[in-house]
């Protein structure tokens, strides 16, 4: 018999899960986890969401430091990983926004 088990939860979860062989594969965030491989199977990009009146609302792509001078509204704290990328998206281009 097989057993096929459905589950949703945290990343960090789901790892400990694989870990301790309570689960056979999950889709998680991609973190080094050792003894875990990890096979990328989507990718999605960052967007900004905007208002439909906004100036930058039409366009199909824009340079980030646009933003500069704009109320930013962050993330909750829980998708840390998610945090440092566009932390770290913000800090390659060289901005520096605080979430209002």
Request: glycine share 4%; charged share 30%; aromatic share 4%.
């Amino acid at each position: 018999n097989i057993e096929i088990r459905v589950s949703s939860d945290h990343s960090a979860t789901l790892l400990e899960e694989l870990a301790h062989r309570r689960l056979d594969v999950a889709f998680v965030r991609s973190e080094p986890t050792p003894d875990i491989e990890f096979k990328v199977v989507a990718q999605e990009p960052l967007v900004a969401v905007l208002p439909s009146d906004h100036k930058l609302a039409q366009r199909e792509t824009f340079d980030p430091k646009k933003l500069v001078g704009e109320t930013y509204i962050g993330i909750s704290k829980v998708p840390r990983v998610l945090r440092a990328i566009i932390a770290g998206y913000l800090d390659r281009c060289g901005i520096e926004i605080t979430p209002a």
